[in-house]
């Protein structure tokens, strides 16, 4: 992949995650605001709306665009802070390349909770 | 009394490797730079002080060093603006030094070569050969005026992040130098500049750290251009410009003989 699309990426991730982290924060602590516009919101860190909310298929495929977002977004940040080191400069490839599994390996654990909660 | 200020500058003679500060009494008078201290301790008080200067009025770009921690030209900053009693005078961070303030602006001027900073044609004829000028309106020349001041300093190249880190980024100085041909009307280099500044050490390794900016002695701000940039070259704005063609030939103006006074007969 080539530096521009990686940077292009990064851009795009970026603004995914302020519109789904807006939505996130406000869903999540501060549903009384919501409320004040009218949008019914109670008790969301109750276990119930928890359960609730994990067997609902469509938030579950947009916490999956949350995670990859996050993950993608995070990574080529650390990407870009480890190739500007020594260390980086030397390995840059054995950087990506673990960077990479280690994205890989969260993304599949995060979807495996998700699925496991649609269960 | 005549008021003193302590000039407090990096030696560095190469062959011996030994490098530090070297104080220096200058004094002071209203309207006086930092490189007119640097000239009067070279002249009274140092002879083997070395410094590299050539316009004395911000226009050559040569005295580029960093004062009191920050870049900007000794012919430009005067003594009183500082408000400091120490002056601190150290060569440009970044740049290989060569001897006291003096830096090596040969990697530096290799980037800058790198990105083309020149008309790109097709009609090559007409360029090497012109008949008549290329058109440009005043809107147009607007686009990239303001990059155009660059006076190939290094004040910005010496506090970018990512140049002290990356030996082979190109820099502030050569994006502002890309953006500026990439943007004028005339030119028709979009392919082959852009193919110089979209590598892994190009164009997507600036941070947007903005130092280039705050430290540019003509106020280009090679932040911006960088910003523009990274638009131009992922929308692909101009590609496959067409330049601008030549403006018309003049009609020629017929001559009023009648009006014009016939010259004094030769005397000799």
């Not at chain 2, 502002?176 to 997507?204: C, K, M, N, P, Q």
Request: charged content about 20%; some cysteine; glycine content about 8%.
């Amino acid at each position: 992949m080539r530096e521009r699309h990686i940077w292009i990426l990064q851009m795009v991730t970026a603004l995914l995650l302020f519109v789904l982290l807006l939505g996130h924060i406000f869903w999540m602590h501060y549903h009384e605001a919501l409320n004040l516009l009218g949008i019914k919101v109670e008790k969301v860190l109750a276990y119930e709306h928890v359960r609730e909310r994990s067997k609902n298929l469509a938030l579950s495929i947009l916490y999956v665009i949350f995670l990859a977002c996050a993950l993608i977004h995070g990574l080529i940040g650390l990407r870009n802070i480890i190739i500007e080191t020594s260390i980086g400069q030397k390995f840059g490839g054995v950087v990506v390349f673990l960077l990479v599994f280690l994205g890989l390996l969260f993304f599949a654990g995060g979807v495996f909770v998700i699925v496991m909660g649609l269960m | 009394m005549q008021k003193k200020v302590i000039f407090k500058i990096w030696r560095f003679k190469p062959p011996e490797k030994r490098q530090g500060y070297t104080k220096y009494e200058v004094p002071v008078v209203e309207g006086m730079t930092v490189l007119d201290g640097l000239l009067h301790i070279k002249e009274n008080i140092d002879a083997s002080l070395t410094i590299r200067y050539s316009c004395r009025m911000g226009v050559c770009g040569s005295c580029g060093m960093v004062i009191n921690g920050k870049p900007d030209l000794a012919c430009h900053l005067q003594i009183s603006h500082i408000r400091s009693k120490v002056i601190e005078v150290r060569p440009l961070f970044n740049h290989p030094a060569v001897k006291d303030l003096i830096c090596d602006f040969g990697p530096f001027f290799e980037k800058h070569r790198m990105v083309k900073p020149y008309l790109i044609r097709k009609d090559a004829g007409e360029q090497e050969n012109p008949t008549l000028e290329y058109k440009q309106l005043p809107q147009e020349h607007l686009d990239y005026m303001q990059f155009s001041y660059c006076l190939k300093c290094g004040c910005c190249y010496a506090v970018c992040p990512t140049a002290a880190t990356d030996e082979l980024y190109l820099g502030p100085q050569a994006f502002s130098a890309a953006f500026r041909y990439l943007v004028d009307s005339r030119d028709e280099g979009w392919e082959e500049r852009v193919l110089a500044v979209d590598t892994s050490h190009g164009i997507w390794r600036c941070h947007f750290a903005g130092s280039c900016a705050q430290v540019c002695p003509k106020g280009v701000d090679p932040g911006l251009a960088s910003q523009l940039l990274k638009r131009l070259v992922i929308f692909g704005t101009g590609r496959g410009r067409a330049g601008a063609g030549i403006i018309e030939k003049p009609v020629p103006v017929p001559e009023k003989i009648e009006k014009i006074p016939k010259p004094p007969p030769a005397t000799v």
